[in-house]
């Protein structure tokens, strides 16, 4: 199975730090390093060599525009740049340095998630359509079809079931599957989730496939058989 994506943080604030290791690894599922100065940025990079670095401006040893930099010379690996300071000419120059994404103090850590999720999505875009065990997804045209029959999904069931395609075998937890299908970042409970993928389950079966192709992961979530 694939590992998951690791995060390299560089944040000098314990408190922020360990708020945005918290969310990233119970809900989105990433690993995550961290470290606090900006002198030790460039030495963690290329030891962990992470799949996105989340990086303060304001950092004791280097700065974050010049660990940008230094980045930018030897990876084009994504970088999300999160700070303090609003203006614009800070926002400029972050991008025009080669960062990917820009958030500001003070953040929603599941918007942080997001962005962190969006950035890894462009950056390894997933094929246009996926195909697994009889199970075709594409995403360009929102469908999804079994063994050759077309799936009637409601948006909801087909963003889950992408998700769960995305990584066959890999369990995801009911956090994780919230944060992919409700962009909006609305609060839901665990047992929405289940509901969705009951019927899910229900269309799967309709079609042919068997009602086990999605798997519960007892205290755990769900996962897609593979």
Same mark, same amino acid.
């Given at each position: 199975m694939k590992a998951p994506p690791t995060i390299l943080i560089v944040e000098? $604030?314990?408190k922020i730090a360990s708020l945005l290791r918290d969310y990233l690894e119970k809900t989105g599922g990433y690993r995550t390093h961290w470290v606090?100065?900006?002198? $030790?940025?460039l030495d963690a990079f290329r030891d962990v060599s992470p799949d996105l670095v989340l990086l303060d401006l304001m950092l004791p040893g280097l700065g974050g525009l010049e660990v940008c930099k230094a980045i930018r010379l030897e990876s084009q690996v994504p970088v999300i740049m999160v700070t303090a300071l609003v203006e614009e000419i800070d926002r400029l120059l972050g991008l025009e340095l080669g960062a990917d994404d820009y958030i500001c103090k003070p953040f929603s850590p599941r918007e942080v998630v997001a962005r962190v999720k969006a950035v890894l999505r462009r950056a390894n875009p997933l094929p246009q359509s996926a195909q697994f065990s009889g199970l075709q997804i594409d995403e360009d045209s929102h469908?999804?079809?079994?063994?050759g029959k077309q799936l009637k999904l409601s948006p909801v069931e087909f963003a889950l079931l992408s998700r769960l395609a995305?990584?066959?075998?890999r369990v995801f937890s009911r956090d994780q599957l919230m944060s992919s299908i409700y962009s909006d970042y609305r609060i839901v409970s665990d047992r929405t989730v289940d509901t969705h993928v009951k019927n899910l389950r229900r269309k799967l079966e309709e079609s042919g496939a068997g009602n086990d192709l999605i798997e519960s992961?007892?205290?755990v979530g769900y996962r897609l058989a593979n």
């Open positions: 000098d $604030e314990a606090a100065r900006g002198d $030790e940025a469908q999804a079809s079994i063994n995305a990584q066959p075998g992961v007892y205290g």
